[in-house]
């Protein structure tokens, strides 16, 4: 096969791009794919608070409800679901965060999307939170103070303008809620989101593998650690007042990651707005008379 039979185009700027034999060819050249995302990352965002982000919440409640009507092996099952979902939905925040925090120099879409929780970037969050002013940690994301929400965003009204304060200021609370269990919760995050990208396994006993075993009450997700060469094993219980208090935290994470969205929205609505009547404002202004 020539190397001519293996070179495409890029759709949108006609830029000729080059694969290897037995490689999918791209669509598209890495400028012109950013482009076309973060055209999107708008629309990308409102869609996902809808519906991706609360997923989380939803399914965790579903679970709790039905775990008290379940027989003991069917209870560590949707226990480790609520514990999968407290996961996802710490991973859906910590790569949003970072994903808002790039904004500008990377698509929000790609950034989110490609996101991978592990030991460094759970530790690297929780750290942050902990550390941060509330101050700084609006000013990260582009946005404003809820004090400063009227001056900010003048196109709002004083309903839009209380409802955005409001919740700013539940953010940063739910925000700090997350952090303040502390950098052993960032380490047991990425040890049960697993190593590998099928995450862990759930077994009904671990004394095979430590010599320690689980009490009754008790289901273990195993994963393996490729760079530390062991096996991590997180003991889930299955106890309801645990379980509960694991959903308020996946209420909180959830909460956040909505808060987030409605605010950068908000602002880009009123970046947009800015930017528009600045282009009205320099077509209407009359031109300067020649001189003679």
């Known amino acids: 096969m020539s190397d001519t039979s293996l070179e495409a185009v890029c759709r949108e700027c006609g ?20 482009t076309f995302l973060t055209a999107r990352d708008v629309d990308f965002l409102s869609s996902y608070a809808e519906l991706g ?18 027989s003991p092996p069917h209870r560590k099952v949707l226990a480790m679901n609520i514990m999968e979902q407290y996961v996802q939905a710490a991973g859906d925040l910590i790569g949003l965060y970072g994903a808002l925090q790039s904004r500008g120099r990377a698509p929000v879409m790609r950034a989110l999307l490609e996101f991978k929780l592990d030991r460094d970037s759970a530790v690297a969050f929780f750290q942050e939170i902990a550390t941060k002013s509330e101050y700084e940690l609006l000013a990260s994301m582009g946005l404003p103070q809820p004090d400063d929400v009227a001056r900010r965003c003048p196109s709002l009204s ?27 919760a960032a380490l047991a995050l990425a040890q049960m989101a697993g190593e590998s ?5 759930l077994t009904n006993q671990s004394r095979w593998l430590d010599n320690v075993g689980l009490r009754p009450d008790q289901v273990a997700a195993i994963a393996i650690d490729g760079r530390r060469r062991t096996v991590n094993v997180t003991a889930i219980s299955v106890d309801e007042k645990r379980l509960e208090q694991v959903l308020s935290h996946i209420n909180a994470m959830t909460r956040a990651s909505q808060d987030l969205i409605y605010g950068v ?8 707005r800015a930017r528009r009547l600045a282009k009205g404002a320099e077509k209407s202004r009359p031109s300067r008379p020649r001189t003679r």
Do not use: W
């Open 197 to 201: 990208r099928f995450g862990a396994a």
């Open 265 to 272: 929205l908000t602002m880009h609505q009123e970046e947009e």
């Open 158 to 184: 004083k309903r839009d303008v209380k409802d955005l304060a409001r919740a700013l200021r539940q953010l940063t609370y739910d925000l700090r809620y997350t952090a303040n269990q502390g950098e052993s």
């Open 15 to 34: 830029r000729t791009l080059s694969s290897h034999a037995g490689e999918t060819r791209p669509a598209r050249c890495d400028g012109c794919f950013d």
């Open 53 to 70: 982000v609360t997923s989380r919440r939803i399914i965790a409640e579903t679970s709790l409800r039905a775990l008290v009507m379940e």
